[in-house]
């Protein structure tokens, strides 16, 4: 028999795979970080061996999730200056606060805080944009986590850059620092086409073009946004982005709320990638993106939560949920967007618009060993007929019983295993403190 490290039996494993494989009674042998082989129970039991083995009796073992865009460090800001329109809630309260708060403690703890959340509700790889992202990397390494990071370009300073010359330093940085590092990979990440200058943008595709990166903006948030940029470039967003070359196989854009069919097109003709954020987008008044629209042109659509200043959750779980109940209820039709074609959105399709779906997304031999273990013996998911429904319309991110990234275990049965989550909330608690502490004076009518 063969020894391997882990074998995880007895449960129903959704593999995700290109046929949706449903294994019941099945298991998983891992080794090296790596799936060696699914199969049933039996099966993987008479060719393997393990000192690790654990029973999945009434679990469901699925890939773990895939949270394609966030800015986890603002977790320091949950719940500040809610119920306002977008660029209120940019310019007269988010940004003026990161400009005062922002620091390399602030993002760190904001980020350790934000892989527990993720964790605890299943997700085993996400993607970030924010400032000081080496302080991302380093939370993301301590928490065991897998992540697609990138320093946000911005045409002003950050609190990390003065200059658009020092946050493109910083990103070769970045590219070199954690270049071939198991857990993390570097993504190009200019903010939006309203706070980067055509200069920069080009800056930021030169660097992705040169390490062959994936790049990726804020793209037509709402109607807003898609008319006043439409002003500044005397053409539609799109058509500006593909005279500059940024319509790619490795683009791909956050939010696309204002796109119409032609540019679907556009982005399925050129093979670039969306990441859908339907809760953020509904609390800020955004718009519906026309996610059926563009699966139906062959865009690879991923899910995201965006961050928890315009969320205020992180849980992957309950964005599934929505997805599916939102394209219902806006198309008047109950077929759309079916709960197995979300759960792909969440996982082997987000793993896809990341450029991780090689190694990532589905449970297959060769594949790295992130996966979830979902408690089903509970009443709210008794009895199963349907794995696909009841995990996308009644599991939550609390059902997450053990989680598994890179073959290492991260929780198990509701304990993390790579850090203090107890102090991750203690240090956010005392950063919020000081936040706190400057509102009167820097968002005016702040109203707590």
């Known amino acids: 028999m063969q020894e391997v490290d882990t074998i995880i039996a007895g449960g129903t494993v959704l593999t995700l795979d290109g046929e949706d494989t449903v294994i019941r009674d099945g298991a998983l042998a891992i080794a090296g970080g790596k799936i060696v082989k699914t199969g049933r129970s039996a099966e993987i039991l008479n060719q393997f061996v393990s000192p690790v083995l654990i029973g999945a009796e009434n679990f469901i073992v699925m890939p773990g999730l895939v949270n394609c865009h966030t800015h986890a460090a603002m977790t320091c800001f949950r719940g500040l200056a809610d119920d306002l329109e977008l660029m209120t809630w940019l310019n007269r309260y988010i940004f003026p606060l990161e400009a005062r708060h922002v620091d390399p403690e602030l993002v760190y703890w904001g980020t350790l805080l934000a892989c527990a959340?993720?964790?605890?509700?299943?997700?085993?790889?996400?993607?970030?944009?924010?400032?000081?992202?080496?302080?991302?990397?380093?939370?993301?390494?301590?928490?065991?986590?897998?992540?697609?990071?990138?320093?946000?370009?911005?045409?002003?300073?950050?609190?990390?850059?003065?200059?658009?010359?020092?946050?493109?330093?910083?990103t070769h940085r970045l590219i070199g620092e954690w270049a071939d590092d198991p857990l993390v990979s570097i993504i190009v990440h200019p903010h939006s086409l309203y706070a980067c200058s055509p200069g920069l943008l080009a800056e930021a595709k030169k660097i992705a073009d040169d390490y062959n990166l994936h790049y990726a903006l804020h793209l037509l948030e709402n109607q807003t946004e898609a008319a006043d940029l439409e002003r500044r470039f005397g053409k539609k967003a799109l058509a500006f982005l593909e005279e500059?070359?940024?319509?790619?196989?490795?683009?791909?854009?956050?939010?696309?709320?204002?796109?119409?069919?032609?540019?679907i097109k556009l982005f399925a003709d050129h093979g670039c990638q969306v990441v859908h954020t339907p809760e953020s987008n509904m609390k800020l008044a955004s718009g519906v993106a026309p996610v059926p629209a563009m699966l139906a042109a062959g865009i690879m659509v991923g899910l995201g939560t965006d961050g928890c200043a315009s969320n205020n959750d992180l849980d992957l779980f309950r964005e599934m949920d929505m997805t599916a109940k939102l394209h219902k209820v806006k198309s008047l039709d109950p077929t759309v967007m079916a709960a197995r074609s979300v759960l792909r959105m969440a996982?082997?399709?987000?793993?896809?618009?990341?450029?991780?779906g090689e190694i990532a997304g589905t449970l297959e031999a060769g594949k790295r060993a992130d996966l979830v273990m979902i408690d089903m013996n509970r009443p709210h998911l008794t009895p199963l007929y349907n794995e696909y429904s009841q995990l996308v319309y009644a599991a939550g991110g609390a059902d997450v019983d053990t989680v598994m990234i890179d073959g290492r275990f991260v929780m198990r049965h509701r304990r993390l295993v790579g850090f203090d989550e107890q102090e991750a909330m203690d240090e956010v608690r005392k950063i919020a403190g000081r936040i706190k502490e400057s509102l009167p004076g820097l968002a005016p009518g702040f109203d707590q």
Not at 126 to 152: I, K, N, S, T
Not at 244 to 263: I, K, N, Q, S, W
Not at 347 to 356: H, P, Q, R, Y
């Open 244 to 263: 500059a070359g940024y319509l790619t196989d490795r683009f791909l854009a956050y939010h696309c709320v204002a796109m119409d069919d032609e540019d």
């Open 347 to 356: 996982t082997c399709e987000g793993a896809g618009v990341l450029g991780l």
């Open 117 to 170: 959340e993720m964790i605890k509700s299943g997700t085993t790889t996400f993607c970030d944009m924010y400032v000081f992202e080496a302080e991302v990397a380093r939370a993301v390494r301590q928490a065991g986590m897998r992540c697609v990071l990138g320093e946000g370009l911005l045409d002003f300073p950050s609190p990390n850059a003065a200059t658009t010359a020092d946050g493109l330093a910083y």
